[in-house]
């Protein structure tokens, strides 16, 4: 089953304003990350918060998590075009194993 | 410091046609070693994924196997390719989950 779900599946936002998209999953996790693929090309790990973590912050990057919710959002502050991307949040739960659970992904374009 | 590398980038092949994608990792070793499908626009699918040489976790029944030979080689097969083969295939290691996943730049496979 899918644990990570992303929404909006598409944000569509002008440069200098701030993206927030959030991911929802289902069972318990030890961790949530989030990460960023350009289009074609592999995804890059952007930032991990941990399950006992409600916010952490890298950059122009915010993350909370509300595991009473089950749900984590991602911000990103003062956007630029170069921000472009699909962005999804990946899992690890106490069943997963060696491996992550990831979303459908939120598409962000940032316009000039 | 660790490198993933795979390939091809982009490969054509016709139905009933074998497959061998090859995915290494450098400057690490006993690498968790994965490989995901992603179709057009959407979330990543676990196909397998190792722990440790000669072995291989399936997640989903398919056309499709992977062998690990080597401590930092991981081997995408196929015996003959069908339609639904098509999509965008991911290696990627972690050393541990905490630490997030590394991609490599992903291969683009179009069965025709």
């Known amino acids: 089953s899918q644990q990570g779900e992303e929404d909006p599946q598409a944000l569509s936002i002008q440069e200098g304003e701030n993206a927030t998209m959030n991911c929802s999953y289902k069972?318990?996790?030890?961790?949530l990350q989030w990460y960023r693929q350009n289009s074609g090309r592999g995804l890059v790990h952007l930032i991990l918060i941990r399950s006992n973590e409600r916010e952490k912050h890298s950059g122009r990057l915010r993350v909370t998590l509300d595991t009473s919710k089950k749900s984590s959002s991602l911000l990103i502050t003062a956007s630029r075009a170069a921000d472009t991307a699909s962005y999804f949040c990946?899992?690890?739960?106490?069943?997963?194993?060696?491996?992550?659970?990831f979303g459908e992904g939120t598409q962000l374009t940032v316009n000039p | 410091s660790q490198t993933i590398h795979q390939w091809p980038a982009t490969l054509v092949q016709p139905v009933g046609s074998p497959l061998s994608l090859e995915c290494t990792v450098e400057?690490?070793?006993?690498?968790?070693l994965y490989w995901y499908r992603q179709a057009a626009g959407r979330g990543l699918q676990l196909l397998f994924y190792?722990?440790?040489?000669?072995?291989i976790s399936s997640e989903v029944p398919q056309n499709l196997s992977a062998s690990r030979p080597q401590d930092r080689q991981f081997i995408l097969s196929s015996k003959k390719l069908l339609l639904s083969d098509s999509g965008f295939y991911l290696c990627a290691w972690s050393r541990q989950l905490l630490y997030g996943y590394t991609f490599g730049s992903g291969t683009r496979l179009t069965v025709v």
């Open positions: 069972t318990s996790i030890n961790n």
């Open positions: 190792s722990v440790g040489i000669g072995q």
């Open positions: 400057g690490t070793s006993n690498p968790n």
């Open positions: 990946a899992t690890d739960g106490e069943t997963s194993g060696s491996r992550l659970t």
